[in-house]
């Protein structure tokens, strides 16, 4: 059975950090594309970040550019969304997708396969 878990929300101050996880069960995360979307009460959802296939390119929103990082780590099927200087608009729930693209870079707007259930994240005083 093809699954995204993610896990690592939780409530943090502003100026904080959280790291995101994505592990993957029933296929192999390193031949697919990973994003991160998020989506806050009442706005649609967002591409956050993502992870080529082919060469572990990154790209990030300019929103999280210089405090969010993302990275693969292959032999633990998992994909980490490390979150620093977190802020009040961050506060989101967060998932993670996978996309079967295979080639240069990765792309928010393709069609994502697979979805993990989400994990809320909170940056409240």
């Known amino acids: 059975q093809v699954q995204l878990v993610e896990s690592g929300g939780g409530l943090v101050q502003p100026g904080g950090s959280l790291r995101l996880s994505c592990a993957a069960s029933g296929f192999t995360l390193d031949s697919y594309a990973i994003g991160w979307f998020r989506q806050a009460p009442g706005k649609e959802r967002e591409g956050v970040s993502c992870?080529?296939?082919?060469?572990?390119?990154?790209y990030y929103v300019d929103s999280v550019k210089g405090r969010f990082t993302i990275s693969r780590r292959n032999d633990k099927n998992t994909v980490y969304l490390q979150m620093n200087s977190l802020k009040p608009e961050d506060t989101a729930v967060y998932y993670c997708a996978s996309d079967v693209w295979s080639g240069h870079g990765c792309y928010f707007s393709h069609e994502y396969d697979h979805w993990g259930q989400g994990t809320q994240v909170t940056v409240s005083s």
């Open positions: 992870i080529s296939a082919y060469d572990g390119s990154t």
